[in-house]
């Protein structure tokens, strides 16, 4: 018999007598199997390298692009089944590169993260909260899918453009062979001032008329945001302006004074202080554009030739016969931008073997 002090002390030992041992043991390795059975279950539309991408979730992002289309697209069933393999290509597509980046031991830490945030916050205002609502975006799914956007721009960055180079040599040889393309066109730069009502805009042009200076009767009435810099609008080309503000202004001789002109923000009065007119720039001036243009050539072309070359590695089942794969009774939800979007409409789909999903019950 074994007494109230041993047993006590066995207890708190972990050492259980046996008659209550086996119905624990028991318990335990149901709730294991459970949890075993929960995770085999768990349906899945497609694997890349043994990564599932997961029926809900599939379901989820389809239904956020269903959301976006037009509602006479609902009723076209072949386009639907083509759009339907798109968005799960696309998945696919995040999915490998999402692979890349844990094997180069990318991440995006909690402060890039918020940073971030406070960026977007910044930008938007008062709005975001309202933007997020009006869309029907939960904050924290939100914030998840920002977090997966940045991931795989950074993984783009250090993988991709990080190894583009572009020497001065050939961007001279490119602008030499795409001068028309650095070609800027004639413009003028103007001032104006703006009045509500036709009285106060012919005592304005009576002012003018009489040798006040246009800027600072600008500086002192004109109801323009750019009045403090005496009306200067800076330079323009043609159509910036609607008509006949437009017109008006590039009919305008430089130093004279137009005319009053109506709009829908009032009456204007115009003067062109000086023209350019169309011209080439140089290469010295305008090197770094060149540049950029080139560079952003070659990171798309590096991009695709990237990704393929990870997509021809990757071992990508898709599932054929998923029960339960009906897109129903979702909440469409919208999202900020998604890379996996961008890719599917750059990147042939992925390349695959129609069998099915690892652990699929």
Not at 88 to 102: C, F, V, Y
Not at 122 to 137: H, I, P, R
Not at 315 to 344: H, L, W, Y
């Amino acid at each position: 018999m074994i007494s109230t002090k041993a047993h006590s002390f066995k207890k708190s030992m972990g050492i259980i007598p046996i008659r209550y041992g086996v119905p624990c043991l028991l318990i335990l390795c149901f709730i294991v199997a459970c949890d075993k059975i929960n995770i085999f279950s768990r349906p899945c539309v497609a694997t890349v390298n043994g990564a599932k991408i997961y029926l809900e979730d599939y379901q989820l992002r389809l239904n956020q692009k269903k959301a976006l289309l037009p509602k006479d697209i609902m009723d076209q069933p072949d386009y639907i089944k083509r759009f339907e393999e798109e968005v799960l290509d696309g998945m696919i597509t995040e999915k490998i590169m999402d692979l890349r980046a844990k094997e180069l031991n990318i991440s995006i830490s909690a402060a890039e993260l918020e940073d971030k945030i406070k960026e977007i916050k910044k930008d938007y205002g008062k709005d975001f909260s309202n933007l997020l609502a009006q869309e029907n975006v939960k904050y924290d799914q939100w914030k998840e899918d920002l977090k997966k956007e940045m991931l795989l721009q950074k993984l783009i960055a250090i993988d991709v453009n990080a190894n583009i180079k572009v020497s001065e040599d050939e961007a001279e040889d490119y602008y030499n062979e795409h001068r028309n393309n650095y070609k800027t066109e004639y413009r003028v730069r103007v001032a104006q001032i703006v009045v509500r009502d036709l009285a106060m805009a012919k005592k304005i042009e009576a002012r003018l008329n009489a040798g006040e200076d246009f800027a600072s009767v600008a500086t002192k009435v004109s109801i323009g945001p750019e009045a403090h810099r005496g009306g200067d609008l800076g330079f323009i080309t043609r159509q910036i302006m609607p008509e006949p503000l437009d017109e008006t202004i590039f009919n305008l001789p430089v130093n004279k004074i137009s005319p009053i002109v109506q709009s829908f923000y009032g009456f204007h009065i115009f003067k062109v202080l000086e023209s350019q007119p169309a011209k080439i720039g140089n290469f010295t001036d305008i090197k770094e554009e060149v540049i950029a243009d080139i560079r952003a050539q070659k990171e798309d072309a590096a991009f695709v030739n990237w990704l393929e070359a990870l997509k021809i590695k990757a071992v990508i089942k898709k599932e054929t016969n998923i029960p339960g794969k009906k897109v129903t009774g979702m909440n469409p939800k919208a999202s900020f931008g998604n890379i996996s979007q961008q890719a599917a409409g750059i990147i042939p789909s992925a390349s695959r073997d129609n069998s099915t999903c690892n652990l699929q019950s």
